[in-house]
T-cell receptor
Framework: DAGVIQSPRHEVTEMGQEVTLRCKPI?????LFWYRQTMMRGLELLIY????????DSGMPEDRFSAKMPNASFSTLKIQPSEPRDSAVYFC???????????????FGPGTRLTVL | RKEVEQDPGPFNVPEGATVAFNCTYS??????FFWYRQDCRKEPKLLMS???SGNEDGRFTAQLNRASQYISLLIRDSKLSDSATYLC???????????FGPGTRLSVLP
């Protein structure tokens, strides 16, 4: 398995532009998480899905952020409009919690480094 | 108070030294505990789970004290390749999510 795949790896955009981050979880994983990491705030959970359904989006900073998971193999995190304070590394992670073969481990993608000018 | 707190670091130690990291958590209902490692500009990766009886993996030893809500990680005979940020992670009951600590940065010097 290729692990969690994220794209793009780097994104530089100007304030006000729309940004879309993409994630492909590990096949068979039923949980998908979006995190944001900054030096000041560390790793923050933004939203997570279970079986493609958003369960908790309380970490989403504001209405400019939205996330979707149209199927088990794809999720997007969109920022519209983007602002300089959104500059961070955005990680996607996946996990399976199946009692028989779940390992209780979250697997992270390589992250998308976003810079908003 | 943050849910998971760690030594702020950074820790700068010479090769071969023994170094210990501490972590405290506030939710007494927490059930699972982990140490993740994050290299510079990389994603976090599981280093080891932490069990109630304590567990060891080569040069790494993890301890859990539920009564004090305290977790530790001991690294013996540290190597240059151990330089990274170590994240303490706490999880509640089945179905709850991970809570990551802020991390402690370790630099092992030649």
């Amino acid at each position: 398995d290729a692990g969690v795949i994220q794209s793009p790896r780097h994104e530089v955009t100007e304030m006000g532009q729309e940004v879309t981050l993409r994630c492909k979880p590990i096949s068979g994983h039923d949980y998908l998480f979006w995190y944001r990491q900054t030096m000041m705030r560390g790793l923050e959970l933004l939203i997570y899905f279970n079986n493609n359904v958003p369960i908790d989006d309380s970490g989403m900073p504001e209405d400019r952020f939205s996330a979707k998971m149209p199927n088990a193999s794809f999720s997007t995190l969109k920022i519209q409009p983007s602002e300089p304070r959104d500059s961070a590394v955005y990680f996607c992670a996946s996990e399976t919690r199946h009692r028989e073969f779940g390992s209780d481990e979250q697997f992270f993608g390589p992250g998308t480094r976003l810079t908003v000018l | 108070r943050k849910e998971v707190e760690q030594d702020p670091g950074p820790f700068n130690v010479p090769e071969g030294a023994t170094v210990a990291f501490n972590c405290t958590y506030s939710n007494s209902a927490s059930q699972s505990f982990f140490w993740y490692r994050q290299d510079c500009r990389k994603e976090p990766k599981l280093l080891m789970s932490v069990y109630s009886s304590g567990n060891e993996d080569g040069r790494f030893t993890a301890q859990l004290n539920r009564a004090s809500q305290y977790i530790s990680l001991l690294i013996r005979d540290s190597k240059l390749s151990d330089s990274a940020t170590y994240l303490c992670v706490v999880k509640g009951h089945y179905g709850q999510n991970f809570v990551f600590g802020p991390g402690t940065r370790l630099s092992v010097l030649p």
